[in-house]
């Protein structure tokens, strides 16, 4: 058996130069990488180190210089020339073996990948760093890939550029997305610097982000009740979105919370269903509620209410083709002087659809938006890009089912930190 140690740059010249000077029948005993100085002082440079063993009794190894005497007692190799005739007394005549199957590739792979492998090993720091890079390169151009990444996003710096994608991953329009981008790099450099802009600190540029947000959402003060005056809300929308629900957590909340005298009035008498859910809400809370189908119903209804200090207006939703309803919906409310009218649309509804609504109800001159479930949806950019289009004031958000509690007044840094989450490390 010879054991040898060898020395090279790569683990692939390593083990070339172990095959050449032990044949192919060497075996890898260890390897090992270390640092050595490189030349003329400059840095260290990485050494392979594998030791391996051959048996030297194998034929074919070590290579030996064909038709040289050998000096082993005079004797020469039978390697070249006729093989002499086998004295018939040594050996016992046996059937030939089996061809042997030739494991010789297999081995040699085995080697190769099991020095590949160790040297790997020992550069395991460097590699967890560099996977790491391409894992966030990977799924900054997927993201990219799958969201189309016009070229004016790449100008970006790249904390910026990471942020849009977390933007539109919720649901945020592109071009919306981009536009804050913008802004804050806009302001950031303002503050910094260009040359400081290219290392801003992610969480700093989110915690920046997060404020250019919250500044482009407008929200209204809660409804305002004022002693003596009669306060009138409506809350119109698409069937199903939560207006019935959330008129009940407004009219508890100002009753059982602020002690103040309200009414409940509904224009939504086309299904019973929503009459007797409504009268419901209004038994358990103790206020009157009324029914009105004309006019005169309504105007009745209101000369009737004079003493409260909130009537809450419920109304029916409509099908997309259904203009019938909704014009008859606009001839009641336009009978109302001074109304809160509060467009109720659900944060599950898709982005588009919300857009077309929006649009749909334009008619009966929303001055409030209004968004329920949010406890429904993971998604909070449609928000934002109907409010950038309705452009009115977002006055409640419903989070839930619950009555009255599931209500929150709409904050402009509450809504923010839900399009641009804090990263655990900024809750820190
Ligand atoms: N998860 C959740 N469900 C809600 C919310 N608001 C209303 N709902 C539910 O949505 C459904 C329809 O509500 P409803 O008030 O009848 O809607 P309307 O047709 O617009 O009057 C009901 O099951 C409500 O409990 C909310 O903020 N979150
Ligand atoms: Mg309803």
Redesign the pocket.
């Known amino acids: 058996m010879r054991v040898k140690t060898f020395e090279a740059g790569s683990m692939q010249d390593a083990l070339d130069v172990v095959k050449k000077d032990m044949g192919e029948e060497a075996f890898i005993l260890s390897t090992r990488t270390r640092r050595r100085p490189a030349a003329m002082g400059l840095g260290e440079e990485a050494v392979i180190e594998v030791t391996a063993a051959v048996d030297e009794a194998q034929a074919g190894v070590p290579p030996v210089a064909t038709g040289a005497p050998s000096l082993t007692y005079g004797l020469r190799a039978p390697l070249d020339g006729p093989a002499l005739p086998r004295p018939a007394r040594e050996i016992p005549q046996v059937p030939p073996p089996a061809p042997a199957m030739d494991l010789q590739p297999l081995r040699r792979e085995l080697l190769e990948i099991k020095g590949a492998v160790a040297a790997l090993k020992d550069n395991d720091l460097r590699n967890a760093s560099i996977l790491k890079e391409l894992d966030q390169m990977k799924a900054l151009l997927s993201r990219i890939q799958r969201q189309g990444m016009p070229p004016a996003q790449l100008h970006l710096p790249p904390s910026l550029l990471e942020l849009y994608g977390d933007l539109v991953a919720n649901d945020v329009e592109p071009l919306i997305a981009l536009r804050l981008c913008e802004y804050a790099q806009r302001a950031l450099t303002d503050q910094d610097g260009d040359a400081a802009m290219g290392a801003v600190d992610p969480e700093r540029a989110r915690l920046f982000l997060r404020r250019v947000i919250a500044d482009f959402i407008p929200v209204a003060p809660p409804i305002q009740l004022d002693p003596g005056k009669m306060r009138v809300a409506a809350l119109v929308g698409p069937t199903g979105v939560g207006?019935?629900t959330t008129l009940a957590k407004l009219a508890a909340y100002a009753q059982l919370h602020l002690k103040q005298k309200v009414a409940l009035l509904t224009l939504?008498t086309y299904r019973m269903a929503?009459v007797d859910?409504l009268q419901q809400y209004a038994q358990i809370l103790q206020v009157p509620l009324h029914v009105a189908l004309t006019v005169e119903d309504l105007r009745s209804a209101l000369r009737f209410y004079q003493d409260r200090a909130l009537v809450l207006i419920?109304t029916p939703g409509h099908s997309p083709k259904d203009t019938d309803t909704l014009n008859q919906l606009r001839g009641l409310m336009d009978e109302l002087p001074e109304v809160e009218t509060h467009l109720v649309l659900s944060a599950t509804t898709k982005p588009r659809d919300l857009t077309e609504i929006a649009a749909r109800y334009e008619p009966l001159r929303p001055t409030r938006l209004l968004f329920t479930k949010l406890d429904e949806t993971s998604t909070y950019g449609p928000i934002l890009s109907t409010l950038a289009r309705v452009k009115r004031p977002l006055s409640y958000l419903g989070t839930g089912q619950e009555v009255p509690e599931a209500l929150e007044l709409a904050t402009s840094r509450r809504v923010a930190d839900l399009i641009l989450p804090a990263t655990p490390k900024e809750a820190e």
Do not use: E, R, S
């Open positions: 207006k019935t939504d929503a859910q419920d």
